[in-house]
């Protein structure tokens, strides 16, 4: 009892500390305090808005002043933060450790409520000119569509994305058209590992291990124009097999498949360029994590 009552009195004593922080921040921008008639004033008080922060001494609500003339920026918080920073690293030292969502249940409901909800991620991975690979970017809640990958490269040109050269992807329509018309010098790369799948998804079972070192072949040619001359090859003898489906599918996806062997992309980086196996490898990373976090019935 005495603890919950020290806790609420700390949380009272934060906000009214942090609100009082705001009011003058909004005083020193508007160049006079609220309701003070002065010469030199640059902004009006237009009243308050609220919200939350979800800090060390709990859930704060806060009154945000609103200015008219002057737009409000506070150094206290940052815009559209709501939670402070210590918490937010306290959350991903938790989930690296696996600590179950049950033995927090009560700080996860404060912090995003009883409502859980599956959530698309978009990854970004990038591979420099020394070979060197790493995440440039993770954005959360959007969808393999034109609209969501627009927003998705847009906020990594807004932070500097230059250069770029090859993108490699799955055949998606939306990423696509948005590489066309937002990166105009970079060419599309169909991942070599999936195109394989595909053609072998059309490929009856007891053909497969021929069809799958055929394909290889393929890939492991040395340049563009061999691998698409090679490709031709294979599809013409799997349509003597009667495999007209993959034949098919391997002249439709050969030559998005084989852009990391034009002139131009580095040949000591091709194994690096011809899939996107390492956000597969990033997922498998996590999923032992996700295995502890979550329990069978949250999954």
């Known amino acids: ?16 500390t942090i609100n009082a922080m705001l009011d ?49 920026g506070s150094a206290v918080i940052e815009r559209c933060r709501r939670r402070e920073s ?5 959350l991903m030292e938790m989930y690296l450790a696996g600590v179950g969502t049950r033995r927090v249940d009560d700080t996860g409901r404060l912090l995003w409520g009883g409502h859980v909800e599956n959530a698309g991620v978009l990854v970004a991975i990038g591979v420099g000119t020394e070979g060197r690979r790493e995440v440039i970017t993770v954005d ?11 927003r998705f490269f847009r906020s990594m040109i807004g932070r500097g994305l230059r250069g770029v050269g090859l993108v490699v992807g799955d055949r998606c329509a939306g990423l696509v058209s948005t590489v066309d018309s937002m990166l105009p010098n970079a060419r599309c ?3 070599m590992v999936r195109f394989m799948r595909d053609v072998l998804s059309k490929t009856p079972p007891g053909h497969r291990e021929w069809a799958s070192a055929a394909l290889k ?3 492991a040619q040395e340049n563009r124009e061999s691998a698409m001359a090679k490709a031709g090859t294979v599809a013409g003898e799997m349509e003597e097999r009667k495999l007209k489906s993959a034949a098919n599918r391997l002249r439709e996806g050969v030559g998005g498949t084989a852009t990391y062997l034009a002139p131009g992309f580095p040949a000591n980086h091709r194994i690096k360029l011809r ?3 390492m956000i597969c490898l990033c997922s498998m990373v996590l999923r032992p994590v996700e295995r502890l976090v979550f329990s069978p019935k949250e999954r």
């Open 140 to 150: 959360e809640g959007m969808r393999e569509d034109a609209a969501g990958w627009e």
């Open 86 to 90: 210590s918490v937010e690293e306290a």
């Open 275 to 277: 899939t996107d196996n």
């Open 1 to 16: 009892m005495f603890e919950s009552k020290l806790d609420a009195m700390a949380r009272e004593k934060v906000e009214r």
């Open 189 to 191: 790369q169909w991942c």
């Open 24 to 72: 003058a921040e909004a005083d020193e921008i508007a160049n006079a305090a609220g309701y003070e008639r002065r010469t030199g004033r640059k902004a009006f008080r237009a009243g308050h808005y609220g919200r939350t922060l979800a800090a060390k001494a709990g859930k704060l609500s806060l009154k945000v002043p609103e200015l008219k003339g002057a737009l409000f």
């Open 217 to 219: 072949a393929v890939v």
